[in-house]
């Protein structure tokens, strides 16, 4: 039986390396791509389309859709948010969801609900609904497979069982502004920030590592897809990224994944979990390239990663308008409207302004999230 895989966002940098992987993986003809969606980028999904030959396809923009329409007049194109759902369930086995935002947590629902396991690489799913999704997930036994290095890191070190595990030693880079000054931070411009040492991706994740909001949503994150408190999840900055995170076990063994820095290996293992397949492979790890180096984070410099724990620690509502806020805060920065002091004020400034609702509904937290933008859009 081919393994049947949808991807949510196929034209992003996720999506693109997941593509990668299935092109060069071992006994490639044991998985198939049955849907590709992507936002608008047609430029990069026609030939997606034509190499992966898709069962179904959808596109979020409508101009996009009318011309894809016109392009592949014989295949199954659908548009719109309410399709996108449908779409996400149809005969798949896995949903990988690596679009931006928002917009995949629906269908990410939709998907556990119908018994479809999930590779994770959009992290807002957890950070807005962690536990309405982990328990979905729960009571419908599908795996929630991380995609993020570190948390996929954390799952190849603890061989899936999570009970054992004491604390998580989650790394970080450390971004571009690791070595500068607060004042310096302040002043920077998105191009300076857009600098990123180790990892190439998409603008909004690369300007949330410069702030350390991105390894605050991964604590969130990792504290939902392993159950475990937030007093006993680490951050640990590592400017080499080669340690991609660690674990330490209840009798104080410490086990780490370590090797270095490429997608390709938390793709390839989120859809061949629990196996291993040979696949791209980067030149052969040496522990003599390069000196390790550790240190914890500093958070009067990086106050975003002090406010996101506070707000996981919340919980509620709270992680949702950390997020919402952060995301619209993070578009203002790279249109130069504001600097990065600015995108601390609004989250910090959207959190104390939002209303505590406990256990709050999907309704409670999509409504959240709409205030937070607002507000964020709203702020100067
Ligand atoms: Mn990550």
Redesign the pocket.
């Known amino acids: 039986m081919k393994k049947r895989i949808t991807i949510l966002g196929s034209t992003g940098s996720i999506g693109t390396q997941t593509l990668e992987v299935l092109e060069n993986i071992e006994n490639k003809e044991d998985f198939t791509v049955v849907g590709l969606c992507c936002n608008s980028n047609l430029e990069k999904f026609i030939p997606q389309i034509k190499k992966f030959n898709p069962k179904k396809v959808h596109i979020n923009d409508f101009e996009a859709y009318k011309k894809l329409k016109k392009e592949f007049p014989k295949l199954e194109i659908s548009t719109g948010v309410d399709d996108l759902i449908e779409f996400s369930t149809n005969n798949t086995d896995i949903l990988l969801t690596a679009t931006t935002g928002t917009i995949a947590l629906k269908p990410t629902l939709a998907a556990i609900n119908k018994n479809i396991d999930i590779a994770l690489a959009n992290?807002e799913t957890l950070v807005m609904a962690g536990d309405i999704v982990m328990k979905n997930a729960k009571e419908k036994g599908v795996k929630i497979l991380p995609v993020?290095?570190?948390?996929s890191a954390i799952l190849q070190s603890s061989g899936g069982d999570f009970h054992l595990i004491d604390n998580i030693l989650i790394t970080a880079s450390g971004g571009p502004f690791l070595n500068k000054t607060t004042k310096e931070i302040e002043q920077a411009k998105a191009i300076d920030a857009l600098k990123h040492p180790n990892w190439n991706m998409g603008k909004k994740?690369t300007i949330d590592s410069s702030t350390l909001m991105?390894k605050g949503l991964?604590v969130i994150e990792a504290h939902h897809l392993f159950n475990i408190p937030y007093n006993k999840i680490k951050v640990v900055i590592h400017p080499e990224s080669i340690i991609h995170s660690a674990i330490e076990m209840v009798d104080g063994s410490v086990i780490a994944q370590i090797g270095n820095p490429s997608m390709h290996i938390p793709i390839q293992y989120a859809l061949t979990y629990p196996n291993r397949k040979k696949g791209i492979k980067s030149n052969s790890f040496s522990f003599f390239d390069k000196n390790l180096t550790f240190s914890p984070p500093d958070y009067e410099k990086f106050p975003c990663l002090k406010i996101a724990y506070e707000a996981g620690l919340k919980g509620g509502i709270y992680p949702a308008v950390l997020n919402a806020a952060n995301e619209v805060a993070v578009y203002k920065f790279l249109d130069g409207k504001i600097n990065i002091k600015g995108i601390i004020d609004i989250v910090e400034k959207a959190l104390n302004k939002a209303i505590e609702i406990k256990n709050p509904t999907l309704e409670d937290i999509f409504e959240a999230d709409k205030i937070a933008r607002e507000f964020a859009k709203n702020y100067n």
């Open positions: 992290k993020d290095s570190e948390h994740i991105n991964e």
